[in-house]
């Protein structure tokens, strides 16, 4: 016969707030989750500004970037009084090279023979810019190829005029040899020029005083180099 007792389940009672203390509790955690991450991201930031201040103020740092600015001003100095000397010498050269051209011309043309007293005005010039290019003080690497490039080409120049000189004085046989040596160290001089020309245009342009062009305007042998298309000046800052 059954019970009439009735059998009931107990179960835990739920409480109203148990929900919502547990979402209190995840959200708290979050948030600290949130603030430390947060705290962590600024203490790095900090780390690398002040890193950054360190190595900024850091005397040899300093020193080293002083010494590379005085540097930089003294190349950018040098590298433009190279250039208005070597346009200035240029310039006092060019009439010289048309004189030679014409006692010593290129591609078979017929010579008009230079008298003592031209060869002497050459001598003038030419030994004039040996001196004026002797005794260069030291620069950077370009600098110093350029102005090397120089001396040597007006060296070469005045070893031609010294041939053509001897050339006016000495039999017909040794004459022609020697106005063909001059005529050699001539060219010579011409194309060595030229490649210091060329150094001297990249070294402007590296100084920030653009593209400047100091080749000797003469009639080109086939070996000279040659300036290029960029205006005078272009690139300059």
């Known amino acids: 016969m059954p019970s009439s007792t009735t059998v009931r389940r107990l179960t835990a009672p739920v409480r109203p707030g148990a929900a919502a203390h547990g979402a209190f509790r995840h959200g708290l955690f979050a948030g600290v989750g949130a603030v430390l991450a947060l705290a962590l991201l600024a203490g790095l930031v900090a780390a ?40 200035d010498l240029a310039t006092r050269l060019m009439p010289v090279l048309g004189q030679m ?4 011309p ?19 010039v030419t030994s004039a810019a040996v001196a004026a ?18 001396s040597a080409a ?3 120049l005045d070893g031609a005029v010294d041939s053509y000189r001897l050339a006016l004085g000495a039999p017909p046989s040794l004459k022609k040899r020697l106005v063909a040596a001059a005529a050699s160290q001539r060219d010579q001089g011409i194309d060595v020029w030229s490649i210091g ?3 001297l245009d990249a070294v402007d342009v590296d100084a920030g005083l653009g593209h400047q062009h100091v080749f000797l305007q003469v009639a080109p042998d086939g070996q000279s180099l040659t300036p ?3 205006p005078e000046g272009n690139h300059s800052r």
């Open 48 to 87: 690398l500004m002040g890193a950054g201040r360190t190595a900024s103020a850091d005397p040899t740092r300093q020193l080293a970037d002083r010494i590379r600015a005085q540097e930089a001003a003294r190349n950018a100095k040098q590298v433009k009084a190279l250039t208005t000397q070597a346009r």
């Open 101 to 104: 051209e014409t006692a010593m």
């Open 106 to 124: 290129h591609e078979g043309r017929a010579p008009r023979a230079a008298g003592a007293a031209e060869a002497g005005r050459w001598k003038a």
């Open 133 to 150: 290019l002797a005794h260069p003080p030291s620069g950077d690497t370009g600098y110093n190829v350029a102005r090397s490039d120089f």
């Open 154 to 156: 007006v060296r070469a």
């Open 197 to 199: 020309a060329t150094e």
């Open 228 to 230: 290029d298309d960029e």
